[in-house]
């Protein structure tokens, strides 16, 4: 059973930066893709981005593109999200999981979710 741990969250202005860390117990995360989710109060979890195994190919949710970057470093069993010119509405907790099967698209099966990360952006 993989493990997931986020880090990084935490209270940022608008139009600042965070970087969030997921880090994936087991010897067997650089043959699975992941993503990162959000889900504000109130609303339903919402994908944000997501990685193949090998990282060459990579989705994002178009409410951040251009500003949010997905990458891994299979060597560590971790995924980042480097989030670039937030928003208040990029306001809410982060989770990362892992693909359930090869496909890595918004539509695809994740599970094993992590604790998740509060990430708040103040206007």
């Known amino acids: 059973q993989v493990q997931l741990v986020e880090s990084g969250g935490g209270l940022v202005q608008a139009g600042g930066s965070l970087r969030l860390s997921c880090v994936a117990s087991?010897?067997?995360?650089?043959?699975?893709?992941m993503g990162w989710f959000r889900q504000a109060p109130g609303k339903e979890r919402e994908f944000v981005a997501s990685?193949?195994?090998?990282?060459?190919?990579?989705y994002y949710a178009d409410s951040v593109k251009g500003r949010f970057t997905i990458s891994r470093d299979n060597a560590k069993n971790t995924v980042y999200l480097q989030m670039n010119s937030l928003k208040p509405e990029d306001t809410a907790v982060y989770y990362c999981?892992?693909?359930?099967?090869?496909?890595?698209?918004?539509?695809?099966?994740?599970?094993?979710w992590g604790q998740g990360t509060q990430v708040t952006v103040s206007s």
């Open positions: 990685i193949s195994w090998s990282g060459g190919i990579t």
């Open positions: 087991g010897r067997a995360f650089s043959t699975y893709g």
């Open positions: 999981a892992r693909a359930l099967r090869a496909a890595i698209g918004p539509k695809a099966d994740f599970g094993s």
